[in-house]
């Protein structure tokens, strides 16, 4: 016969949606699956008790107090009989051929002790699709911890493995809310390998009742990388990347750590880099790599101080400094004195290959015409999908009506992939992009006399006078400067209101340097020290496997944002 393998469905409050994922696992092509359901103490008056009850004999059910998700999947994993084991979220759906293509794959490796994973798409709260969702990148298959550190992109609802990896690492931790799936799978990658099928084998839905994720998630993601930036030991390392391929690695760590505003996760990412290769690496690219992590995290850090070893001198911050003396092992500091006395001896290796350091003025033409952003769905990047944009379409609609809105002035507008749904009634819309080929396809497909459409830039002017600005996912795209510039502008326009985007729970902001091309920015802080805004509107951001939960529309009047 072939294996059992148990799908573990974890539920909370799912009468809405539980159903259809029942209902997709029953359906299975796969001929020998086990179905547990985990009822984590919803409080719904046994509605979702109910639904999986009327599934009889073709479910085992348990209910239990609430403790979370990683505490119903333990329980599933305890009962479960199957020799194969995987979890699907309430309110998605496995494709018919899901268990049964995986299986073929694991059954037909020589080591079957293996993860398969597959690609998913996305669906909105009614079940109709979205889009495809991003892939993960490919990668051999022993580097599968690294990549689950680097980019959140697997989807853990579309894994399937032996129970046994699940138990030998230890099961999910329960004192991690939201990070306990990839917690327990970098565990299993740092000794079992991962395959990546091709196919579409799930879907996942998106709607407004996951809610969005807060500072104590933030923390949460800040402990994950901390806690696991540390375990890319050399012997992982060696065993699975070439020395080249581990530092362009670790660079590339480093960077998206800076790019998602986790300073502390790049500095670790520099001295695991140091850990694992400073012996065998070229001292020489060594160098050249730090010198390009050190000038995003501190720009203000100077090369010439080269007897400080890895530029220990960061304006005042000690972090780097205490991170290296205390971590770094005797062959490491070894080679960083030798690579003091060379670049001692040749001060021109340090600085060749380094450029000065500047502010990011984003070239949004060459952006926009060569998909710079790599949105899937939209040109203007990931944020204007449908998906991203659900719960604003329903809430702008509603604002305008409130504020007796008559002319809404959306700067820049993009490529107008989810605006172009909005119901603006007798309202008068004009959007504005500094790209004229955008203003020019934007006028001759959605252009009448209530729609207008202008080559505008914000950081200049001027700007027609509205009731209200719109301003999305644009100052973060710009530097200091220009973002203060474009402030400014509004101000002059005239108009009321100021609808734009900012990151509540973000305790500092940081400028926009070249080789960067966005960074979450908090408007009430430096130097933008706008005043609390009138109105919070949570996008309920999902990108970045739930980083930007606090990604909001706030509502100024621009009175009060200037005064």
């Known amino acids: 016969m072939s294996p059992l393998v148990t799908i573990a469905i974890p539920v909370y409050g799912g009468a809405n949606y539980m159903r259809h994922a029942i209902d997709s696992v029953l359906a299975q092509s796969y001929p020998n699956i086990e179905l547990i359901i985990v009822n984590d103490g919803s409080k719904d008056n046994g509605a979702t008790e109910a639904i999986a009850l009327s599934y009889g004999s073709r479910v085992r059910y348990y209910a239990k107090p609430n403790g979370g998700v990683a505490s119903a999947l333990n329980l599933a994993l305890e009962k479960a009989s199957g020799d194969y084991f995987g979890w699907l979220s309430h309110d998605d759906i496995y494709l018919p051929e899901k268990v049964a293509k995986e299986m073929d794959f694991l059954l037909a490796l020589p080591d079957p002790h293996a993860v398969v994973f597959c690609r998913h798409a996305l669906m909105n709260a009614a079940g109709e699709y979205l889009h495809v969702a991003p892939s993960e990148p490919a990668f051999k298959p022993g580097q599968a911890a690294y990549q689950l550190i680097y980019r959140q992109r697997l989807h853990c609802c579309t894994i399937l493995a032996p129970k046994s990896l699940y138990l030998e690492a230890g099961g999910f931790r329960e004192d991690l809310p939201t990070t306990q799936d990839y917690d327990l799978l970098i565990k299993i990658a740092l000794k079992h390998p991962f395959f990546g099928l091709p196919e579409i084998l799930?879907?996942?839905?998106?709607?407004?009742?996951?809610?969005?994720?807060?500072?104590?998630?933030?923390?949460?993601?800040?402990?994950?990388?901390?806690?696991?930036?540390?375990?890319?030991?050399?012997?992982?390392?060696?065993?699975?990347?070439?020395?080249?391929?581990?530092?362009?690695?670790?660079?590339?760590?480093?960077?998206?750590?800076?790019?998602?505003?986790?300073?502390?996760?790049?500095?670790?990412?520099?001295?695991?880099?140091?850990?694992?290769?400073?012996?065998?690496?070229?001292?020489?690219?060594?160098?050249?790599?730090?010198?390009?992590?050190?000038?995003?995290?501190?720009?203000?850090?100077?090369?010439?101080?080269?007897?400080?070893?890895?530029?220990?001198?960061?304006?005042?911050?000690?972090?780097?400094?205490?991170?290296?003396?205390k971590i770094l092992p005797s062959p490491v500091i070894r080679v960083l004195r030798r690579l003091r006395r060379m670049l001692a001896a040749q001060p021109s290796v340090s600085v060749a290959d380094v450029r000065e350091v500047k502010e990011a003025s984003l070239d949004f033409v060459g952006i926009y015409n060569n998909n710079g952003f790599e949105g899937t769905e939209s040109r203007s990047g990931g944020g204007s999908t449908l998906l991203q944009t659900r719960v604003i379409s329903t809430e702008i609609p509603k604002l305008l009506k409130e504020l007796d809105i008559r002319h809404f002035l959306d700067v820049p507008c993009g490529d107008l992939n989810w605006m172009r749904h909005i119901d603006f009634g007798d309202v008068l819309y004009t959007g504005g992009d500094i790209v004229q080929s955008i203003v020019d396809k934007n006028a001759a497909t959605y252009g009448n006399e209530k729609r207008k459409f202008e080559r505008m830039n914000i950081t200049t002017g001027p700007l027609p006078k509205a009731d209200l600005i719109f301003c999305r996912d644009c100052l973060v795209h710009l530097n200091y400067a220009d973002g203060l510039a474009a402030l400014e502008q509004f101000r002059r326009s005239g108009a009321k209101w100021l609808l734009t985007t900012t990151f509540i729970d973000r305790p500092s902001n940081s400028e926009l340097y070249e080789g960067t091309i966005w960074r979450p920015l908090n408007l009430e802080k430096a130097p933008y020290n706008l005043p609390k805004a009138d109105r919070y509107i949570n996008e309920g951001c999902t990108e970045g496997d739930g980083m930007y939960g606090d990604k909001c529309l706030a509502l100024w009047r621009i009175s009060d944002a200037h005064s």
Not at 247 to 264: I, K, N, T
Not at 277 to 306: F, G, H, I, K, Q
């Open 202 to 325: 799930l879907h996942a839905r998106s709607h407004a009742e996951q809610g969005s994720l807060t500072m104590g998630h933030l923390a949460e993601v800040e402990n994950f990388f901390d806690e696991n930036i540390p375990l890319l030991s050399p012997a992982y390392m060696a065993e699975n990347f070439t020395p080249e391929e581990a530092v362009s690695a670790f660079e590339s760590l480093g960077r998206e750590m800076l790019d998602r505003s986790h300073p502390r996760a790049a500095l670790l990412a520099m001295k695991q880099l140091l850990v694992c290769e400073a012996v065998t690496a070229d001292p020489a690219v060594l160098w050249r790599v730090m010198s390009r992590l050190t000038a995003r995290y501190d720009p203000s850090a100077t090369l010439s101080n080269v007897s400080a070893a890895f530029f220990i001198r960061t304006s005042g911050r000690a972090m780097l400094k205490t991170l290296l003396r």
